[in-house]
């Protein structure tokens, strides 16, 4: 099993509409999450954090399960601007993150 | 702020060359890292860094050497280049070893 798991996609959807993405991880005793973006031939950038109680930044919202072991992204209003690829990042064994492969993301007018 | 910073951004090898990437943080991070981006397979763990002058292997070392002579700089060299690291190189930098990461631009290599 991967240490990281993300359903690739592409998710499709039009403009305005809302979004969710789930990661899944294997290390139960996983400490640090994030949600990086990675628009086209460019490098991750770090999106958000991803704390216990849940967190939210405009349209973003993360959330943790630590229960099922998964962490989501929820994007809601969807922008073209959205378009990208969604990395979800957890640390694994060894005291090191472990990004996952990506969610695509196009948003359409 | 320049964050990391990655040279050169393009590269053409053929097999058996030899080069060698640099990356450069003036964040005063700790750690540095090195992956490499192939379609399908997300980022891949080459080398790392937890401070000057030490280095570590990651999930895929073979084939790549690293050096962190200085805590800014961290060097990725390819000693005789082959097909099958043909990839986007990331570098990336954090102040711990769970903390957020910072990454370069990249550098796209293609060896024939």
């Known amino acids: 099993r991967k240490e990281v798991e993300q359903d690739p996609g592409p998710f499709n959807v039009p403009e305005g509409a809302t979004v969710a993405f789930n990661c899944t991880y294997s290390n139960s005793a996983s400490q640090s999450f994030f949600w990086y973006r990675q628009d086209c031939r460019k490098e991750p950038k770090l999106l958000m954090s991803v704390y216990s109680s849940g967190n939210e930044d405009g349209r973003f919202t993360a959330q943790l399960n630590r229960a099922s072991q998964y962490i989501s992204l929820l994007i809601r209003d969807s922008k073209l601007s959205d378009s990208a690829t969604y990395l979800c990042v957890v640390n694994g064994g060894g005291n090191k993150l472990v990004f996952g492969a990506g969610t695509i993301l196009r948003v359409k007018s | 702020n320049a964050g990391v910073t990655q040279t050169p951004k393009f590269r053409v090898l053929k097999t058996g060359q030899s080069m060698t990437l640099l990356c450069a943080q003036d964040m005063n991070h700790e750690y540095m890292y090195w992956y490499r981006q192939d379609p399908g397979m997300g980022l891949r763990l080459i080398h790392y860094s937890v401070g000057e002058g030490t280095t570590a292997k990651g999930e895929v070392p073979d084939g790549y050497n690293v050096s962190r002579l200085k805590k800014q700089n961290f060097l990725l060299g390819l000693e005789s280049a082959a097909p099958s690291q043909t990839s986007v190189y990331f570098c990336?930098?954090?102040?711990?070893?769970?903390?957020?990461?910072?990454f370069g631009p990249g550098t796209r290599l293609t060896v024939l």
């Open positions: 990336a930098s954090s102040y711990s070893a769970l903390d957020t990461q910072y």
